[in-house]
T-cell receptor
């Protein structure tokens, strides 16, 4: 079955420290890949996406993600975390046959930032 | 601001009732999607419409239905509501770029069933 796994339910990092959020997917073929962020009481904001080409993808707010086909992973990274990055982060995949329309989400990783 | 507008933002209703959630997609977007976010199920795709026609279906209950109107706005109808239907319901719309779609979400409609 198609699935997305975010192994870390909750991560705490210090402000200024680097961050890596893990995402693994199980899919028949390489899907479209996305990272979304949800701040408390807010909707989902797209951070970045991978459709094809360069496997290192740059997003908004200083985030980047690297697609590794051999590991079926799409980990999100940020070199220096800001307090405003505290939020819940969702990795998502979508089948190419639906042209990326039907997102399958991971369970999310809640990020806390220590001052 | 994603450009996707959802109303109402909050809704409290009783079990057995029916509610309608409304969504206006981003200008020019032909596809509309509905998702449900609940504590136990996480984020789940419900249904997609493209230019007025149903395009894909996910884990949508038979008590739920949706439609997309000629002006491209969409409505999600939830009937015979149960306590377990309490959730955040997202609408999203998409624009086709390069080889796929980028999906933009609204801020959601919070539904509480009491």
């Amino acid at each position: 079955a198609q699935s997305v796994t975010q192994p870390d339910i909750h991560i705490t990092v210090s402000e200024g420290a680097s961050l890596e959020l893990r995402c693994n997917y199980s899919y028949g073929a390489t899907p479209y890949l996305f990272w979304y962020v949800q701040s408390p009481g807010q909707g989902l904001q797209l951070l970045l996406k991978y459709f094809s080409g360069d496997t290192l993808v740059q997003g908004i707010k200083g985030f980047e993600a690297e697609f590794k086909r051999s590991q079926s992973s799409f980990n999100l990274r940020k070199p220096s975390v800001h307090w405003s990055d505290a939020a819940e982060y969702f990795c998502a995949v979508a089948p190419r046959d639906n042209q990326g329309g039907k997102l399958i989400f991971g369970q999310g990783t809640e990020l806390s930032v220590k001052p | 601001d994603s450009g996707v507008t959802q109303t109402p933002k909050h809704l409290i209703t009783a079990t057995g009732q029916r509610v309608t959630l409304r969504c206006s997609p981003r200008s020019g977007d032909l596809s509309v999607y509905w998702y449900q976010q609940s504590l136990d199920q996480g984020l789940q795709f419900l249904i997609q419409y493209y230019n007025g026609e149903e395009r894909a279906k996910g884990n949508i209950l038979e008590r739920f239905s949706a439609q997309q109107f000629p002006d491209l706005h969409s409505e999600l109808n939830l009937s015979s509501l149960e306590l377990g239907d309490s959730a955040l319901y997202f609408c999203a719309s998409s624009v086709r770029d390069l080889s796929g779609n980028t999906i933009y979400f609204g801020e959601g409609s919070w539904l509480t069933v009491v």
